[in-house]
Structure formats: structure tokens, C-alpha cells
């Protein structure tokens, strides 16, 4: 198991309900039915990816993180979790904030803009970084927005978030210090502030 | 003698239960009383010891009892061959399935061409208005006759799918999964407009008598034009373009310069001549009224339609289908989304208009088989947690 499933999968109770919003071909979710015998249920956009889905006897919405967010009740999960799919959306405030409203917890994980060897990429290169964690050419990303470590917790400072955990990868390891320039990827639990 | 159930064998692999003897005939939605009734049916793999293994198939506005032929190359095929059969999405050799023909039909189940017991005659339209529900109801009482306490799925498309909502909100103990296919929760003034210029072609023929034709000419043509104009709701602009063109062919005879000439009016010609063979008019007018009326919400508002259902839902709709569109089925899925229900939706890009459900689209076969699969083995099934919706969510609902 991937440790930035591993490590969502810790944060999650058993037989908790769960809305994994981009859940991809649902290996996450996968992973959850079976740990944690969770109440799982996935939103992917691509078709083939839903199928996938249905493959493994996942439960799916065929739609747009963004359009579809607004129709469930205030509180109907336990969790959400945008798994590497927030900076795919159009709106990622608008989806936090729904995010927020429909799940008792959010979990989102993100590939961090600030780590060193991207600032290296357009410090020395010149060049709209490509790494590991962003595997993308600039003219067909599915990220349409870039953020750091230290963006987000600024982000959660001013929308009033509260940050109940946090971890840092790198390369399948855990990172602990300044995550910011050395973790490829950041993980958040997050609910509503006060 | 009252209340009397009975089975027989009607030809080929379908058979007919009736039940409904008065005074304890089915009571319509309209408060009419209809009776006896009879349902042609026909079923297909084993039920198994603990009964839970069954599939309730709902057919569309001109299907029927026979949804497959398994093979058989002395009957002929069904109108979900592609679907049903061992080893295929629907595994005969897994699952019991059964597929009645709809009440109001004309395919062996009581409908406007049945014998009225008070008349002597064909009911005509002295046969009452029947509904989706109706339908249902009437399904629910052959369901009953196999001792079948919670059916496996209920799935069907179009009118099927109609069914298949109707079963989630009559019946919601009644089943572990639904799937609604290319449908909706209620027709839209498109859907009821089109369905009207076939009913006034089949009224508007003189042949159809106000109904009473039976031993007489029936009222083919209005017929024809009416299923003419079906046929081309269930294609899509690609899909004929693919199929016809332009391509023109010679008329037979310098009879009219108004012949058929393109290959589209070829088509549609063999397609209305060929249904007034095998459907009657007046059941053609009774469904789609049965259609029309369709409004699963009945004033409830889209939070209350699925409230205490606990089951596993999958809706799929098809991307060219601009018969149903696939925002009626994303209705749907937010009355899931809104009641807690555990739903996949997916919307199929396929070409062929509202026809893809029938045709074999390898998508649609591979979403049902595996979905029916995860709810055979149990897969998540019991943990809808509709009944875990705080207050606060309910209260939401009841916007």
C-alpha cells in the first residue's frame, strides 16, 4: 500500500461513511471497504474510471467534483477526501468550503509546489517544473492550480479551517522537517473551524 | 374459488398467471377495479433455496414477456438476447429471472384487446386507465405467487426503468437493487408531446372506431405513423447519419411522386408496417398515457422519493439519448444523493440515441454484470446509511 493511503487509511474509523471526490479507478476506496469496512461511495469524471469502479463493486457518481458537490445534505459523511484532485477542480475554494458542509471531516492530499527541486526547476531551468508527483508537460496537465505546503496552511488560517493532522511524504517516506521544501506530497485532515 | 391464483403454460417458454377473480379484483390508482388478470410471463435459471436470487426485468413500451431465447434456436429471440442468458450480465445460471408482459399490454397479459368478462367483447376503451404503478402492482402480486420476499435487482429501461423507480418507492423492502436505465422520474412536456402526435395518428385514423375495431380492419396506419415517429425519438442525428445517409434508393413503382425514396423513409416504413403485425393500437394509447402520467415524486419533493429505501442503485443513461436526456437520470441520482442511498451513475458515450439500452453496448452489459455481482456477494449492500442522516440533513431533505 501506496503510504499516502496508508496514512489516510489511519485517520479513517471503521465503518465510517466516505465520499472520495476523484476517486479515480477507486483503489483508495478499495483499500477502505476492506480496512475499515467503510460506507464507501466515489465521484470520478472519466468514463473508463467509472467502470473500473463498478469493476471492483464500488459505488460511483459519473459527474464533476464541482457540479455534483452541492446536492448532497449538510453532514451525510463522515469523511470526504480529495485524494491528488484538488488542484484538478475548477473552483477549490468553492470545493473545500462544499467539502466542508457535506463531510464531518475533509482529508485532502496535493502535490507541493514548494518543494526544492521544482523551485530549482523554474529558478535555474526557467522552465514550468516537471517531477515525480507533477509527471505533467504544461500543455496537458489535468492540474490547473499549484500550491504549497505553506499555501494551504495560509489558505486554512484565513477561510478559518482547523487542521486536526497533518503528514508529509517524500518518495514513500515520511517527512517531518520543513516539509514545505522537502515533502513531495502533504496530507491535511481538516474540518470546519468555529 | 375467490381469490384464486393460477399458472399456465402459454406457448413457447411463456407462461400466464392470473389472479384478481372478483370481488377481489386489482384496485387501479384511478380507483377502477380491474379483474380477473392475467400476466404473461416467462422465466429463465433456477431460484434458488433461500429465493434470493432473483431479477424482476421490466420491458419498454412495446417489449414483452420474452426477454430471451437462451439460445434456443427454435424460439425467437428475445428483446434482451444480448443481456440475459448463461454467462451473460444477467447469468442465467446465477440468477432467477423473471419478465412479465405490462398490464394494459396486448402480448398476453389483460389489456385493451382482452375479453372484458362482462361484455363478451374485447374491452376497447372500455378498458381502464392504467398507470406505471398499476403495472407494478400487478407485477408485484406474480413476484408474491413465487414466494419471493426481496428480489435481487429490479432493472429495466425507458418504461422498464419507470417500473424499476416505482418498485424503490412502492416497494422498498421488496428489493436489494434497482437499476433504472434511460428514464425518469416523470415525462417532460417533450416526452408527452411526442408521444401525443402518436396517439392522434392512431385516433385520427378512421379505422380505429373510438376504439372499437376489433373484427374489423384495425387502424394500422395510424399505428404505423405513430410507432414512424417512436423510431425516430430512439435514434440519434450520428446514428442515422451512420446508418442512412442520404442514400436514396428506386422507388418500387412510378406510383406517386411522393414515394419513399431515401433509405431513412425505407426504413421507417418497414419499421411502422412491421409493428402493426405484432401491437395493438389501443394498448399503444393505453401505455403511453401509462407513460405520460408517470410523475414518481407525486408531490413529494426530491428529498422524501427515496426516504426509508435501503437499497443499491445504479442509474446509467446514454450521452445521444435526447429522448430521455441524461439530466432526467442526473434527477435521479440526487434523490439518491439526497436520501443517503449508496448509487452509481454513469453516463454512457454511446452514439446509437435512446435505442443503446437495447442494443448490445459492451459498457452498459459490463456495468450491470459487475454491479449485480457486488450485490449478490453482499458487496457494501447492507450498509446504506440513509438511516444515518442527522436531523439536520433531514431537514435539508425536506426542501
Known amino acids: 500500500m501506496k503510504l499516502e493511503h496508508k496514512i489516510i487509511v489511519d485517520w479513517i474509523n471503521e465503518g465510517a461513511s466516505v465520499l472520495d471526490l476523484g476517486c479515480g479507478d477507486g483503489e483508495l476506496l478499495s483499500i477502505l471497504v476492506k480496512e475499515k469496512n467503510v460506507f464507501a461511495q466515489g465521484t470520478e469524471i472519466d468514463e473508463q474510471k467509472v467502470y473500473k469502479c463498478v469493476e471492483k463493486g464500488l459505488s460511483v457518481y459519473h459527474e464533476d467534483i464541482d457540479a455534483g458537490l ?3 445534505p449538510d453532514g451525510s459523511f463522515d469523511f470526504l477526501i480529495l485524494s491528488e484532485s484538488l488542484q484538478q477542480t475548477k473552483r477549490p475554494d468553492y470545493v473545500v468550503n462544499e467539502a466542508l458542509r457535506v463531510g464531518k471531516n475533509l482529508i485532502v492530499s496535493f502535490p507541493n509546489f514548494g518543494r526544492y ?3 530549482f526547476q523554474i529558478l535555474i531551468r526557467g522552465k514550468v517544473p516537471v517531477t515525480p508527483a507533477l509527471p505533467y508537460e504544461w500543455y496537458d496537465t489535468p492540474n490547473l492550480h499549484f500550491l504549497s505546503i505553506s499555501n494551504f496552511f495560509d489558505y486554512c488560517r484565513i477561510k478559518n479551517v482547523k487542521i486536526k493532522e497533518t503528514a508529509y511524504v517524500t518518495d514513500g517516506k515520511r517527512v ?8 513531495e506530497t502533504g496530507i491535511f485532515l481538516l474540518s470546519k473551524g468555529n | 374459488m375467490t381469490d384464486q391464483k393460477t399458472h399456465a403454460v402459454l406457448q413457447n417458454a411463456t407462461k400466464s398467471f392470473s389472479f384478481g377473480n372478483p370481488p377481489n379484483e386489482l384496485v387501479l390508482e384511478s380507483g377502477d377495479r380491474l379483474g380477473p388478470v392475467t400476466l404473461a410471463y416467462e422465466t429463465y435459471g433456477e ?3 433461500s429465493r434470493s436470487n432473483a431479477i424482476l426485468v421490466c420491458h419498454a413500451l412495446s417489449g414483452d414477456a420474452h426477454a430471451a431465447s437462451l439460445g434456443n434456436p427454435n424460439v425467437p429471440q428475445g428483446w434482451w438476447d444480448s443481456m440475459i442468458g448463461p454467462r451473460k450480465a444477467i447469468d442465467t445460471d446465477r440468477y432467477f429471472v423473471i419478465c412479465s408482459n405490462v398490464i394494459g399490454g396486448c402480448k398476453g397479459s389483460t389489456g385493451p384487446s382482452s375479453i372484458n368478462p362482462k361484455t363478451g367483447k374485447q374491452y376497447g376503451s372500455d378498458f381502464p386507465i392504467i398507470t406505471v404503478k398499476d403495472m407494478v402492482n400487478a407485477q408485484r402480486h406474480l413476484v408474491d405467487s413465487f414466494k419471493i ?6 432493472l429495466g429501461g425507458s418504461m422498464g426503468g419507470m417500473q424499476a423507480l416505482q418498485w424503490m418507492v412502492t416497494y422498498p423492502d421488496r428489493l436489494r437493487s434497482a437499476i433504472p436505465i434511460a428514464t425518469t422520474m416523470k415525462h417532460s412536456p417533450q416526452q408527452i408531446a411526442l408521444d401525443e402526435v402518436g396517439r392522434q395518428s392512431i385516433m385520427g385514423d378512421p379505422n380505429w372506431r373510438g376504439g372499437a375495431y376489433y373484427g374489423h380492419v384495425p387502424p394500422v396506419r395510424g399505428l404505423a405513423v405513430a410507432r414512424m415517429v417512436g423510431h425516430i425519438t430512439y435514434m440519434s442525428d450520428v446514428s442515422m447519419n451512420e446508418k442512412f445517409g442520404r442514400k436514396t434508393r428506386s422507388p418500387a413503382k412510378e406510383s406517386s411522386k411522393f414515394e419513399p425514396v431515401f433509405e431513412v423513409e425505407k426504413y421507417l416504413e418497414y419499421r411502422g408496417d412491421d409493428f402493426v403485425k405484432r401491437f395493438d393500437a389501443n394498448s399503444y394509447l393505453y401505455i403511453t ?11 413529494k419533493s426530491l428529498g422524501e422519493v427515496f426516504r426509508g429505501l435501503r437499497a443499491k442503485v445504479m442509474v446509467i ?16 441520482v440526487k434523490a439518491c444523493k439526497l436520501a443517503g442511498i449508496e448509487a452509481t451513475y454513469c453516463e454512457v458515450s454511446s452514439t446509437y440515441g435512446h435505442d443503446a439500452f437495447l442494443l448490445k453496448v459492451d459498457e452498459e452489459t459490463h456495468l450491470i454484470k459487475h454491479f449485480l455481482n457486488s450485490v449478490q456477494n453482499g458487496n457494501n449492500s447492507t450498509k446504506n446509511k440513509g438511516f444515518l442522516l442527522n436531523d439536520e440533513a433531514r431537514a435539508q431533505n425536506n426542501r
Open chain 2, 289 to 299: 398515457k401509462a407513460m405520460d402520467y408517470f410523475d414518481i415524486l407525486d408531490s
Open chain 1, 176 to 183: 517531518n522537517l520543513i516539509p514545505n521544501l522537502r515533502a
Open chain 2, 317 to 332: 443513461a446514454f450521452k445521444s439519448d435526447w429522448l430521455y436526456p441524461s439530466y432526467q437520470s442526473k434527477e435521479i
Open chain 2, 47 to 49: 431460484l434458488d433455496a
Open chain 2, 149 to 154: 420476499e426481496k428480489l435481487l435487482c429490479v
Open chain 1, 117 to 119: 527541486s521544482i523551485r
Open chain 1, 70 to 72: 452541492s446536492e448532497h
